[in-house]
């Protein structure tokens, strides 16, 4: 079990998993952990379509599952919100299970993401962004002493001309975590593929817990009343085939989208140019457009390199590649 002593930091401008020392957690909360851009927010609506027992909720899903570690917010103002609730808690985090203080009295539901379409759907989201009123919200949220750069370095991270084919090679090629002693430093890019499968590994590896539960992109696509299922099942919450496949209805892109104001992350800070486009397609293999001959040969020796056989097949495949419950 992890406590906070012993957890790994994971720390940058845009997060700090130490604020959870502020939060006492309760019997039966639930923590939702992905990367980036691997369905987080389909997730944290499934969850509350059970939690709720329907679409409508008490609030915006930002501030109902608030991302706890995000610094935009002071983590007081979010410890209020959450002790405030009565439902049962679902909070996000991207923060890997080895920086969580694990607890056997909550759940932990992790979803994986074919990498190369998680990058896709970061490379869209960056262009939707309001970088200014990012950079001001951090920089209201966090003391100047904290941050790594003056103010106004927060706006593009690199300087001249640099295109989506250069993106996906750095994301290819950089490390899983930014080297000691950068301090505080802003988000770069759209991250990079090894933090992506570093974060799915800490998650593989504790995959038969009895509290920890992984899902997939492709398995949410393919099947969603029976991943709906099988999420109830793993939450202990009664479900009839009957009633998954209506509420499944209201977890579909069109109809998150319809709600945008309600169910994007963050709509009430203002940082997207369009709630709408951050539900822009949610497919699959777009990626292939960027990703010529040479660039597949490297991902397939780089992702070689940085994961074993059976969590690579599950990353890219889900449940048909490799099952986490078997």
């Given at each position: 079990m992890n406590t906070a002593s012993n957890r790994v930091l994971y720390r940058s401008l845009m997060s700090d998993n130490t604020r959870w020392d502020a939060l006492e957690l309760?019997?039966?909360?639930i923590i939702i952990t992905t990367p980036s851009?691997?369905?987080m927010t389909w997730m944290?609506?499934?969850?509350?379509?059970?939690?709720?027992?329907?679409?409508?909720?008490?609030?915006?899903?930002?501030?109902?599952?608030?991302?706890?570690?995000?610094?935009?917010?002071?983590?007081?103002?979010?410890?209020?919100?959450?002790?405030?609730?009565?439902?049962?808690?679902?909070?996000?985090?991207?923060?890997?299970?080895?920086?969580?203080?694990?607890?056997d009295r909550v759940t932990y539901i992790c979803v994986g993401r074919d990498p190369r379409d998680a990058a896709v759907s970061m490379l869209h989201q960056t262009t939707n962004m309001d970088r200014d009123r990012v950079r001001e919200l951090y920089e209201a949220a966090l003391p100047a002493h904290h941050r790594a750069r003056p103010p106004g370095a927060m706006a593009d991270p690199r300087p001249g001309?640099?295109?989506?084919?250069?993106?996906?090679?750095?994301?290819?090629?950089?490390?899983?975590?930014?080297?000691?002693?950068?301090?505080?430093?802003?988000?770069?890019?759209?991250?990079?593929?090894?933090?992506?499968?570093?974060?799915?590994?800490?998650?593989?590896?504790?995959?038969h817990a009895p509290n920890v539960a992984l899902f997939h992109y492709a398995d949410l696509q393919a099947d969603l009343v029976g991943e709906l299922l099988r999420l109830a099942a793993r939450l202990n919450t009664d479900l009839t085939g009957d009633r998954a496949r209506e509420l499944a209805g209201y977890a579909s892109l069109a109809?998150?989208?319809?709600?945008?104001?309600?169910?994007?992350?963050?709509?009430?800070?203002?940082?997207?140019?369009?709630?709408?486009?951050f539900f822009r397609r949610g497919g699959s293999g777009e990626w292939q457009q960027y990703f010529g001959f040479h660039e597949s040969r490297r991902?397939?020796?780089?992702?070689?390199?940085?994961?074993?056989?059976?969590?690579?097949?599950?990353a890219h495949e889900g449940r048909r590649g490799c099952d986490p419950d078997g």
């Amino acid at each position: 079990m992890n406590t906070a002593s012993n957890r790994v930091l994971y720390r940058s401008l845009m997060s700090d998993n130490t604020r959870w020392d502020a939060l006492e957690l309760r019997p039966g909360d639930i923590i939702i952990t992905t990367p980036s851009k691997c369905g987080m927010t389909w997730m944290q609506r499934l969850v509350s379509l059970l939690v709720f027992d329907g679409p409508d909720l008490p609030g915006p899903l930002s501030t109902v599952s608030p991302w706890f570690d995000q610094t935009i917010r002071p983590v007081e103002e979010v410890v209020a919100v959450l002790q405030a609730q009565r439902h049962r808690r679902f909070i996000k985090t991207h923060t890997p299970l080895d920086g969580l203080a694990l607890d056997d009295r909550v759940t932990y539901i992790c979803v994986g993401r074919d990498p190369r379409d998680a990058a896709v759907s970061m490379l869209h989201q960056t262009t939707n962004m309001d970088r200014d009123r990012v950079r001001e919200l951090y920089e209201a949220a966090l003391p100047a002493h904290h941050r790594a750069r003056p103010p106004g370095a927060m706006a593009d991270p690199r300087p001249g001309p640099h295109g989506p084919l250069d993106e996906f090679r750095d994301w290819m090629e950089g490390p899983a975590h930014p080297p000691p002693g950068v301090g505080l430093a802003p988000p770069q890019g759209i991250g990079t593929l090894a933090n992506i499968l570093d974060q799915f590994g800490k998650s593989w590896e504790r995959r038969h817990a009895p509290n920890v539960a992984l899902f997939h992109y492709a398995d949410l696509q393919a099947d969603l009343v029976g991943e709906l299922l099988r999420l109830a099942a793993r939450l202990n919450t009664d479900l009839t085939g009957d009633r998954a496949r209506e509420l499944a209805g209201y977890a579909s892109l069109a109809a998150m989208r319809s709600r945008a104001s309600e169910i994007a992350p963050n709509t009430t800070d203002g940082i997207w140019r369009s709630d709408e486009r951050f539900f822009r397609r949610g497919g699959s293999g777009e990626w292939q457009q960027y990703f010529g001959f040479h660039e597949s040969r490297r991902y397939n020796d780089r992702i070689n390199q940085l994961a074993p056989p059976d969590l690579l097949a599950w990353a890219h495949e889900g449940r048909r590649g490799c099952d986490p419950d078997g």
